[in-house]
């Protein structure tokens, strides 16, 4: 009996399983409404630490909204902001988009989408002419407003310095060693109530949601040391060139479905070089060429929510190359959801999927 009395004293609230930018955001709606947890993780990064962490609420191909992103932007700009303040360090770096335009129809088509309700924050109407010799822009530009990045690989970092010793366990999940009831989680000596799975790609290895159609898309990207390059501005062509301090830049990325390897190749390399080229017009000199596969799902909608058969084991999942602006209120969504708070939004939901998940290998 004094056993059981401990082992409730100190069940945790949760164990998060992954700790990318789903996995932090999860953690801190927990802190912040003061219930424990555990963060089990390998350590050895995944899409969001070498995201650029771009938030651009708008789709650059359509010139239209991203889905609900006017909603993430409102939540996910004070989220970042709290953050800074309690990590005491900067993490997002407001900065316009320069849409460089390829055809002179789409200045007609920047300024009919920019005098919609919705694109109007987001949107400037002007068409810019480009007087940078730098930059291939002969067309001119439209400038996206409201927009820059986050240092997502100096937020994780950092947010893993700030968490205690008994919140973040640096090892490789064993599924093995996971026992489940419908009243609590037992993993090794940890007791929760709830486990969240916010592994990205990895979950195509994870026994209750592998079924799930994440698709995943690998994306390459180079890292590049430019000097006479003095853009202030995220440069969107057909591929995005970030500046991200000093005179570097991240530019990418590939778009590949069928290869799942994290090996990085040089048809990627070369692919990354020939956009760099079509945009700018100035040396550059290749500092690093790295990989990885953004979670993304075949409806290309987020997955979260809990399993059909296991109502304790719940899923933060699917974000793609939204994260940085989704993942703030996805994770309170699935908070809220899991706390009999609210109903999840049925386009996120994982029971739109029930039969993937009721399938059996």
Same mark, same amino acid.
Not at 37 to 49: A, K, L, M, P, V
Not at 298 to 317: E, F, S, V, W
């Given at each position: 009996?004094?056993?059981?009395?401990?082992?409730?004293?100190?069940?945790?609230?949760?164990?998060? &399983?992954?700790?990318?930018?789903?996995?932090?955001?999860?953690?801190?709606? *927990?802190?912040?409404?003061?219930?424990?947890?555990?963060?089990?993780?390998?350590?050895?990064?995944?899409?969001?630490?070498?995201?650029?962490?771009?938030?651009?609420?708008?789709?650059?191909?359509?010139?239209?909204? /991203?889905?609900? /992103?006017?909603?993430?932007?409102?939540? /996910?700009?004070?989220?970042?902001?709290?953050?800074?303040?309690?990590?005491?360090?900067?993490?997002?770096?407001?900065?316009?988009?320069?849409?460089?335009?390829?055809?002179?129809?789409?200045?007609?088509?920047?300024?009919?989408?920019?005098?919609?309700?919705?694109?109007?924050?987001?949107?400037?109407? @002007?068409?810019?002419?480009?007087?940078?010799?730098?930059?291939?822009?002969?067309?001119?530009?439209?400038?996206?407003?409201?927009?820059?990045?986050?240092?997502?690989?100096?937020?994780?970092?950092?947010?893993?310095?700030? *968490?205690?010793?008994?919140?973040?366990?640096?090892?490789?999940?064993?599924?093995?060693?996971?026992?489940?009831?419908?009243?609590?989680?037992?993993?090794? $000596?940890?007791?929760?109530?709830?486990?969240?799975?916010?592994?990205?790609?990895?979950?195509?290895?994870?026994?209750?949601?592998?079924?799930?159609?994440?698709?995943?898309?690998?994306?390459?990207?180079?890292?590049?040391?430019?000097?006479?390059?003095?853009?202030?501005?995220?440069?969107?062509?057909?591929?995005?060139?970030?500046?991200?301090?000093?005179?570097?830049?991240?530019?990418?990325?590939?778009?590949?479905?069928?290869?799942?390897?994290?090996?990085?190749?040089?048809?990627?390399?070369?692919?990354?070089?020939?956009?760099?080229?079509?945009?700018?017009?100035?040396?550059?000199?290749?500092?690093?060429?790295?990989?990885?596969?953004?979670?993304? &799902?075949? $409806?290309?909608?987020?997955?979260?929510?809990?399993?059909?058969?296991? @109502?304790?084991?719940?899923?933060?999942?699917?974000?793609?190359?939204?994260?940085?602006?989704?993942?703030?209120?996805?994770?309170?969504?699935?908070?809220?959801?899991?706390?009999? @708070?609210?109903?999840?939004?049925?386009?996120?939901?994982?029971?739109?999927?029930?039969?993937?998940?009721?399938?059996?290998?």
């Amino acid at each position: 009996m004094q056993r059981f009395f401990l082992l409730l004293f100190s069940m945790k609230h949760s164990i998060i &399983v992954g700790f990318g930018l789903a996995g932090l955001a999860f953690a801190e709606q *927990l802190k912040r409404s003061n219930l424990s947890f555990s963060i089990i993780d390998s350590g050895r990064g995944g899409s969001s630490q070498i995201a650029a962490g771009i938030y651009n609420p708008t789709v650059l191909k359509r010139f239209s909204l /991203a889905w609900n /992103a006017d909603v993430f932007h409102q939540y /996910a700009m004070p989220f970042y902001s709290d953050l800074e303040s309690k990590l005491k360090t900067q993490i997002v770096y407001p900065a316009q988009i320069h849409k460089i335009f390829n055809k002179r129809s789409e200045h007609n088509e920047w300024i009919s989408a920019s005098d919609t309700k919705k694109l109007a924050p987001f949107l400037d109407p @002007k068409i810019h002419s480009n007087h940078d010799d730098s930059i291939n822009a002969t067309l001119g530009y439209g400038n996206v407003m409201s927009s820059g990045r986050v240092a997502t690989n100096h937020l994780i970092n950092s947010y893993k310095s700030f *968490l205690n010793s008994d919140e973040f366990i640096e090892e490789e999940f064993d599924f093995k060693k996971l026992k489940y009831s419908d009243s609590s989680i037992t993993y090794k $000596d940890i007791q929760a109530k709830h486990i969240v799975f916010c592994e990205g790609f990895k979950m195509i290895n994870n026994p209750f949601f592998k079924n799930l159609p994440l698709v995943g898309s690998k994306g390459e990207i180079l890292i590049i040391k430019a000097p006479k390059l003095k853009s202030k501005a995220i440069l969107k062509g057909p591929i995005f060139i970030t500046p991200i301090g000093g005179d570097l830049y991240w530019a990418g990325a590939t778009f590949e479905r069928n290869d799942k390897t994290l090996r990085c190749t040089p048809e990627g390399r070369e692919w990354v070089l020939n956009r760099i080229h079509k945009m700018i017009s100035t040396e550059i000199e290749v500092i690093e060429h790295i990989t990885q596969i953004r979670p993304t &799902v075949q $409806d290309r909608r987020p997955l979260l929510g809990t399993h059909p058969a296991y @109502k304790n084991i719940h899923l933060l999942n699917g974000l793609g190359s939204r994260g940085v602006l989704a993942a703030p209120l996805l994770s309170e969504w699935l908070l809220d959801y899991i706390e009999d @708070k609210s109903m999840l939004n049925s386009e996120v939901d994982i029971s739109r999927f029930e039969s993937y998940l009721r399938q059996t290998d």
